[in-house]
């Protein structure tokens, strides 16, 4: 009988340590080396400045979304919402994708049409891994937003670059998955 216990516990003890050996290493190698999650990023409130561009790129582990600032840029938002919303009228905006992108500048926006590449699309997403339409939502009372449409809620990071000269960046990238199949936070 001492002999079966001892027999049943080592292999409970070797299975068990094997899982140690392996589960670490597997958490520890987040997909692209992305440490993001889906959770709110916010700085600032209203900035200097003017939203002279939108524009986007895509990488090997994340497609870039970039707004451009010609002067320090000192008050966004980036936030997953239900649904987007001109601001002052209220009217939802369809945004194409699975999950939706608030992207708030605290500046107001030069008036062009050059931006567009169909009505109310300012990027053409059709090569893009996650991304699925970068919209126009509007900009009222010195606040632009844009909503980005993706393929869905996946990690996300957003931060401010300086330049080029003295404006700045908005920088919003979304990763094409999350680091491991079904866990929300590498």
């Not at 970039?66 to 997953?80: C, E, H, I, K, N």
């Not at 699975?98 to 008036?111: D, G, H, T, Y």
């Not at 009505?119 to 632009?144: I, Q």
């Not at 996300?156 to 094409?176: C, I, N, Q, T």
């Given at each position: 009988?001492?002999?079966?216990?001892?027999a049943?516990?080592?292999?409970?003890?070797?299975?068990?340590?094997?899982?140690?050996?392996?589960?670490?290493?597997?958490?520890?190698?987040?997909?692209?080396?992305?440490?993001?999650?889906?959770?709110?990023?916010?700085?600032?409130?209203?900035?200097?400045?003017?939203?002279?561009?939108?524009?986007?790129?895509?990488?090997?582990?994340?497609?870039?979304?970039?707004?451009?600032?010609?002067?320090?840029l000192?008050?966004?938002s980036?936030?997953?919402?239900?649904?987007?919303?001109?601001?002052?009228?209220?009217?939802?905006?369809?945004?194409?994708?699975?999950?939706?992108?608030?992207?708030?500048a605290?500046?107001?926006?030069?008036?062009?049409?050059?931006?567009?590449?169909?009505?109310?699309?300012?990027?053409?997403?059709?090569?893009?891994?996650?991304?699925?339409?970068?919209?126009?939502?509007?900009?009222?009372?010195?606040?632009?937003?844009?909503?980005?449409?993706?393929?869905?809620?996946?990690?996300?990071?957003?931060?401010?670059?300086?330049?080029?000269?003295?404006?700045?960046?908005?920088?919003?990238?979304?990763?094409?998955?999350?680091?491991?199949?079904?866990?929300?936070?590498?």
């Amino acid at each position: 009988m001492r002999r079966r216990l001892s027999a049943i516990l080592a292999t409970l003890l070797l299975l068990a340590g094997g899982q140690l050996l392996v589960a670490p290493g597997a958490a520890a190698h987040p997909y692209c080396g992305q440490v993001w999650g889906s959770e709110a990023r916010s700085a600032g409130d209203m900035s200097a400045g003017t939203l002279v561009d939108v524009r986007a790129g895509r990488h090997a582990c994340f497609d870039r979304l970039v707004l451009d600032v010609d002067a320090p840029l000192t008050g966004w938002s980036v936030r997953y919402v239900d649904q987007l919303v001109q601001d002052g009228s209220g009217a939802v905006v369809p945004v194409r994708g699975n999950a939706r992108l608030e992207v708030v500048a605290r500046v107001p926006a030069i008036a062009t049409d050059a931006w567009f590449v169909g009505p109310g699309t300012l990027v053409d997403t059709a090569s893009y891994r996650t991304f699925r339409h970068v919209a126009w939502v509007g900009s009222y009372e010195g606040v632009t937003t844009i909503g980005l449409g993706v393929r869905a809620r996946l990690p996300f990071r957003a931060f401010v670059l300086p330049g080029p000269g003295e404006g700045s960046r908005l920088v919003v990238d979304v990763g094409h998955r999350w680091c491991a199949e079904g866990h929300r936070v590498c």
